[in-house]
């Protein structure tokens, strides 16, 4: 049985998905950019900020479904830039511990709002 995730602690969708949905064992996050949950408006900067504030979007989710970070297994990052890898892993990096989650990171030049960086993630409950 799915239930949706939703957290003032997170920004709203906007268009018809769900931010997070939580499935039997699993927590499912929608893609989150780097959206500021208290004023809805995107929060720009360079990849390191803007993958800060998707990461604490993801975090918010997670918790609220019961979760968090520690049980994240997989991850996929789309960039905007893949010159931008490095500076994206860095604060990828300060998110997680060993054994990191799998992940898979690819280059969508179109992300939307012009972001830099969007991810999705799977967790355990």
Same mark, same amino acid.
């Given at each position: 049985? !799915?239930?949706?995730?939703?957290?003032? !602690?997170?920004?709203?969708?906007? @268009?018809?998905? $769900?931010?997070?949905?939580?499935?039997? /064992?699993f927590v499912f996050v929608s893609g989150q950019?780097?959206?500021?949950?208290?004023?809805?408006?995107?929060?720009?900067? /360079?990849? !390191?900020?803007?993958? #800060? !504030?998707?990461?604490?979007?993801?975090? %918010?989710?997670?918790?609220?479904?019961? $979760? $968090?970070?520690?049980?994240?297994?997989?991850?996929?990052?789309?960039?905007? /830039?893949?010159n931008d890898f490095e500076a994206m892993n860095?604060?990828? %990096?300060?998110?997680?511990?060993?054994?990191?989650?799998? #992940?898979?990171?690819?280059?969508? @030049?179109?992300?939307?709002? @012009?972001?830099?960086?969007?991810?999705?993630?799977?967790? #355990?409950?």
């Amino acid at each position: 049985m !799915r239930n949706p995730i939703q957290t003032p !602690r997170a920004p709203k969708p906007i @268009g018809p998905y $769900s931010p997070g949905i939580i499935d039997v /064992d699993f927590v499912f996050v929608s893609g989150q950019g780097s959206i500021d949950p208290a004023t809805g408006t995107l929060q720009r900067g /360079d990849v !390191r900020s803007e993958t #800060r !504030r998707v990461f604490e979007n993801i975090k %918010a989710i997670l918790e609220a479904g019961g $979760s $968090s970070l520690a049980k994240v297994v997989k991850c996929t990052v789309y960039l905007r /830039d893949m010159n931008d890898f490095e500076a994206m892993n860095e604060v990828y %990096a300060t998110y997680f511990e060993p054994p990191y989650p799998a #992940r898979t990171t690819i280059q969508a @030049g179109a992300l939307p709002g @012009g972001i830099a960086v969007e991810i999705e993630c799977i967790a #355990r409950r």
